[in-house]
């Protein structure tokens, strides 16, 4: 686990370095290959349909998409984006990999899972065309991991999109419901705990969830979440 976990820091920080240059990140849907072949499986076949508190929250945001909230940095997420395709209005409007795309917060993020970091890891699609919940880090939490060398885990497929689909969970899940453990489609369990502005997802904090797309609700978190090492 130790060695994992030194690899892993040491190997994200290249991709906090390489994507300082980036300023925009589209979203193309190039073929995925077969080595992220069985993640994007898995994302697609375990997409459950929204709870009916999941729905009710879906049908209230969309009247106001800021009414379900929750996080202590949403009132400085709206005063980043206080508008446009990546305000929180604007991110309703798309599913949640345009949506993310549009959001000049998760830049990094959108990046990685778009193909632009490893063309054979691409879970546009995929992402976009079921129901989850995403714990989105937003570029400062890839900004803080050492910069040494990330290049071995963007070269490794399988890597990439492990650490990728730890962060979704099948099923759109409301604040009010979020607390608790949840099965993510990388198939290992999230910890989330506490409520309101005091939210944690391992050790994560959320600064901003509640957040809808068309199609998932969004947690944005202050670091990037590491799956366990299977045993």
């Keep these: 686990m130790k060695r994992m976990n030194r690899k892993f820091a040491a190997t994200m920080g290249t991709l906090a370095v390489a994507m300082i240059g980036l300023t925009a990140c589209s979203t193309g849907t190039g073929a995925t290959s077969s080595e992220s072949a069985a993640p994007t499986s898995a994302m697609s076949s375990s997409s459950a349909p929204a709870s009916p508190s999941s729905s009710a929250m879906a049908s209230e945001s969309a009247m106001d998409p800021a009414a379900n909230l929750v996080g202590s940095g949403c009132a400085a997420y709206a005063k980043a984006v206080p508008s446009g395709d990546g305000s929180v209005a604007g991110m309703a409007k798309d599913p949640v990999a345009v949506a993310a795309s549009n959001n000049p917060l998760l830049k990094t993020l959108t990046a990685a899972v778009s193909g632009k970091l490893n063309p054979k890891v691409d879970l546009v699609d995929t992402l976009n065309g079921g129901d989850f919940t995403v714990f989105a880090p937003v570029d400062e939490a890839f900004a803080a991991i050492p910069a040494d060398d990330l290049k071995a885990v963007v070269a490794d497929a399988d890597t990439l999109s492990s650490i990728l689909t730890y962060h979704v969970v099948p099923g759109q899940i409301a604040p009010s419901d979020i ?38 609700t969004v947690y944005l978190i202050d670091k990037v979440l590491m799956p366990p090492a299977k045993k």
């Design 179 to 216: 607390d608790g453990t949840h099965k993510t489609v990388e198939g290992q369990d999230v910890k989330v705990t506490g409520s309101g502005d005091d939210i944690m997802v391992n050790g994560a904090k959320v600064i901003c969830g509640g957040v809808q797309t068309a199609n998932a």
